[in-house]
């Protein structure tokens, strides 16, 4: 379940202080440009393929997708897998349905917001391609050639393989280009219109006839029930369908399309996770073959129930929602940002636009534009390299950053189509403030298991269990009793102990205290493996007194053979700032008033309701909810 096509390694060495950004100096100003974008698109005239047809004739619009920088700054487009150039073909293929639907996607928007014809023109373009990818059962091929040949089982292969033979990513992201654009060009182009709803319809049947037919079914997920019907499993994927179905059903779309996006929707939703003071806090879990994954690439649950919950006048869906954008996002922007992955520790620290996008889109669909304004700013300098990710002037977003800071400088379609999607919803939100300079964090701690005294370190042959990530490639093998010394803080923090559950009737029993004090005990155990891929669970579980302020040790004693992984340490308030705005997440049982340097203060409940306004000095945190000051 891990992104097969996105990487930041081997990029330009980033500088580490924080660089000067300079952006619109008026909030009329526009923070979108399309030029990097149209600098990837091609035409072509696809030769004849059995079954494969689209509206009018000759060349569509495609989409290069990768674009690597040169020694010169000057970029070179190419396409995914192994180039053979005597046949002039990728092992993959130079573009794929990914990258086509969402750019589509990116021009209708341009398009709704600035009425270019230009955009409304390329879109139609890139939506002529993407239905030609579409096969006559309804599926999609996911890569075409430089000359417009099909290639429906590509090398490496991403699965499904055939990449037209199932549900898919790239059968989702297609339901949502077809929707957005069929609500576009119902008023613009209503032959054009038609043609874009039978493909939806012919879309919406396949997922009926492969996805939906399990509703109602659940798949056991070491003892949790999760919902059996998102496509490919995953709530990520499934949310990038509901976008487009929502589109469409307030278009007035079929019968057929509000059945499927009700549905769809109630399993996102069925996907929250957590408490404001258990991991992962809230979450929308994308991935329904693990309870131990959450990734922030392709992440767009909480905006997809946004969208689907006015479509469908369903209100519960908007509370599962906040609980993702309120709850766990502020944790994620405390503990360093928009990081990829917490597997369950937060070791992905890559960053890249399609996750960071997701958590931006999450927060302007409910409203909590001054959350959003944190995530935004990592788009201009404000993240764990000091550098702008995108530059206005050319339109570019780079392909990411990875943990130690380093920027990948390559722009592929992926990070452009996203970064352009962050820059339109930004330009049509110009109240979010715009935030610049280095941040700092105060946040969730991980403390490595094998530092501390005691136990056996095991290194398993590979780090990834098949479901999550052992956070060090290796764990602690504790059947005696353990101690590790922890940074000071002048505040309670959660301890919580990231350990291998198990399927058995004797499990392991850790006690942990520090000093006198009695932090909790667990026994390490869960459900019946179901469809996981690997026996038992790691998770973070949460002790039930917290870490006093000032402690430096924490001990462990087990009954049986313990797995520990590591020692994750949540501040009960925790912090980001940048610039002099400054954001409070709170994980305490009790309101805390805190003397932060500012002049105004937000409170905001753990529902996201904005509860008090008061000064800095006195800004109030209330439990399971967040604060914003702002300078």
């Given at each position: ?232 499993n995953g709530a990520d994927a499934t949310s ?44 929308l879990m994308p991935w329904g073959e693990s ?67 997701a958590r931006l889109q999450g927060l302007l ?267």
């Amino acid at each position: 379940m891990k992104p097969t096509r996105r990487t930041v390694i081997g990029g330009a060495l980033a500088v580490a202080a924080a660089s000067t950004v300079t952006l619109p100096a008026l909030a009329s100003s526009r923070l979108s440009n399309l030029a990097h974008l149209d600098f990837l698109r091609a035409s072509v005239t696809p030769p004849a393929a059995p079954g494969h047809t689209t509206f009018g004739s000759g060349p569509v619009g495609v989409l290069w997708t990768y674009a690597d920088r040169q020694a010169d700054g000057s970029y070179k487009r190419i396409g995914g897998g192994t180039y053979d150039a005597a046949t002039n073909t990728y092992g993959q293929g130079a573009y794929n349905a990914d990258d086509i639907a969402r750019a589509a996607v990116v021009y209708l928007r341009h398009w709704k917001q600035f009425h270019s014809d230009a955009s409304l023109e390329t879109a139609r373009g890139l939506l002529r391609s993407l239905t030609f990818l579409q096969s006559p059962n309804g599926n999609v091929v996911l890569w075409m050639q430089p000359d417009g040949t099909l290639n429906p089982s590509a090398d490496p292969v991403e699965l499904p393989d055939p990449s037209d033979s199932g549900p898919s990513y790239w059968l989702a992201r297609t339901v949502w280009a077809l929707g957005e654009g069929y609500a576009v060009f119902r008023t613009t182009d209503r032959g054009f219109a038609r043609f874009l709803r039978d493909r939806l319809e012919l879309a919406i049947a396949a997922l009926e006839r492969q996805v939906l037919v399990r509703y109602g079914q659940y798949n056991v997920v070491d003892g949790r029930r999760l919902p059996a019907w998102l496509i490919v499993n995953g709530a990520d994927a499934t949310s990038e369908a509901v976008l487009g179905l929502s589109a469409y059903v307030e278009a007035g779309g079929s019968a057929s399309a509000r059945r499927a996006l009700t549905r769809f929707a109630e399993g996102i939703a069925a996907m929250a996770a957590g408490s404001t003071r258990e991991w992962p806090f809230r979450a929308l879990m994308p991935w329904g073959e693990s309870i131990s994954d959450w990734h922030a690439w392709g992440a767009q649950m909480p905006s997809a129930l946004a969208v689907a919950a006015q479509a469908l006048d369903a209100p519960e869906l908007r509370a599962a929602a906040m609980g993702d954008t309120a709850g766990f996002t502020p944790l994620l922007m405390t503990a360093g940002g928009p990081d990829n992955g917490w597997l369950p520790t937060p070791i992905d620290r890559t960053q890249i636009a399609y996750g960071v996008d997701a958590r931006l889109q999450g927060l302007l669909s409910v409203g909590l534009k001054q959350v959003a304004a944190f995530v935004a700013a990592w788009y201009f300098g404000a993240n764990r390299a000091g550098q702008p990710m995108y530059d206005a002037t050319t339109g570019r977003t780079y392909d990411g950053i990875s943990g130690d800071g380093t920027i990948n400088r390559n722009s592929g379609a992926e990070s452009s189509i996203h970064g352009q999607l962050s820059m339109l919803a930004l330009d049509a939100h110009p109240d979010v403030a715009r935030l610049t300079g280095t941040p700092s964090y105060d946040g969730l701690q991980i403390v490595e298991a094998e530092s501390g005294t005691g136990g056996q370190v095991v290194t398993p042959p590979s780090a990834w269990t098949g479901e999550s990530q052992w956070s060090n490639g290796s764990y602690l093998s504790l059947d005696g009793t353990a101690t590790w010394t922890v940074p000071a803080s002048s505040q309670q923090r959660l301890v919580l102990p990231v350990v291998n559950l198990v399927d058995t009737p004797t499990p392991a029993r850790t006690t942990w205290t520090s000093g006198v004090r009695t932090l909790g005990t667990l026994t390490h155990v869960c459900g019946p493996q179901g469809i996981s891929a690997a026996p038992g669970a790691l998770l973070p579980l949460t002790l039930a007194n917290p870490l006093p302020a000032g402690a430096t040790t924490v001990t462990a004693k087990a009954q049986g053979t313990a797995q520990l992984d590591a020692l994750l340490l949540l501040p009960t308030v925790s912090s980001l700032r940048i610039g002099d705005a400054v954001l409070l997440a709170s994980v305490d049982t009790h309101a805390r008033v805190m003397s932060v340097p500012g002049k105004r203060s937000y409170t905001y409940d753990a529902s996201g309701r904005l509860v008090a306004r008061g000064n800095a000095s006195r800004a109030l945190v209330v439990p399971g909810g967040f604060t914003v000051v702002l300078g």
